[in-house]
């Protein structure tokens, strides 16, 4: 069985606001770092530094509450959609992301930059038209005019395992030290994102009947070891991130990490089994060629 994934106006609002929250999370860490300053160390006096830094800073909390809700709109997004559809369509967040950082951070982004941004947005834009014509083909065989309800996967695979260790690496080796940060953050978010996933498939869609439904829900997430392994991988994959905001503006460290969607495709390909068609790859390369722009502005 083919799993299905629809864009109606509910869904589309979804994606909206996890982008519009994982944006502005973003950018709110990003000033709070900005102002600590670059990450030297991590042993001694200077972690714990950081770390009372990191849970005492408005910009640093606001930030965290605000990915919170982001990682929450996101668990309730692969419980309905695919893994493959979902994430090149939340790539359209790096073009408010540059936006932003020029506005509000002031940061200089380059022109190569800003063609790198607009390659990422046209790849998603492949990927969303690509979702709409294949709904309306859909809808025309089965003789409707509306699209189907939301159907989550139901195939069944074998759980992937997690093999990221922060900063396990020397810094200096044939990668900088940015783009060795960012290689991290791409391969924990991308576990991640696969563990979740799997385990948001498993628990199924949310109900909204009652708030007792809505409690199970939440129930079922933090008991789900699946999605615990998902969320640690993540968490490793923010604490990279943060360290990055300390070397590297955000309007190029959130779209390097646009790297991750071509191993979650993959992923989503040959690990959760879910169909992905010609348009969703080429609106993947797309994103792909925009990210090795982003390289080259380094």
Known sequence: M????????????????IVMTQVLGDIWLSRGMKL???????????????????FTSPWIVLGVATLACSLLLYLV???????????????????LNACLAWLILGEHVSALRWVATLLIALGVYVVFQSERQRQK??????GISSAPPLVASTRKSNRPRPNSWLLAFPLGLSLSKVWLGILLVVLADSCGDLLVTQGMKRIGPLALNSPRAVLGFISRILRHPWILGGISCQAIAFVCFISLLSWADISLVRPATALGYGVSLLGARFILREHITPER??????????????ALDV
Not at 36 to 54: C, H, K, N, W
Not at 137 to 142: I, P, T, V
């Open 281 to 294: 790859w080429l609106g993947s390369s797309i994103i792909g060629l925009g990210v090795f722009l982003i």
């Open 137 to 142: 083909q859909q809808s025309q065989a089965l």
């Open 36 to 54: 600590f300053g670059p990450i030297t160390s991590y042993q001694g006096p200077a972690l714990l530094a950081l770390l009372a830094y990191l």
């Open 77 to 95: 997004a692969v419980s309905r959609l695919d893994l493959s559809l979902v994430l090149p369509l939340l790539a359209s967040s790096y073009l």
């Open 2 to 17: 083919t799993p299905t994934s629809t864009l109606n106006p509910k869904t589309l609002t979804l994606l909206a606001l």
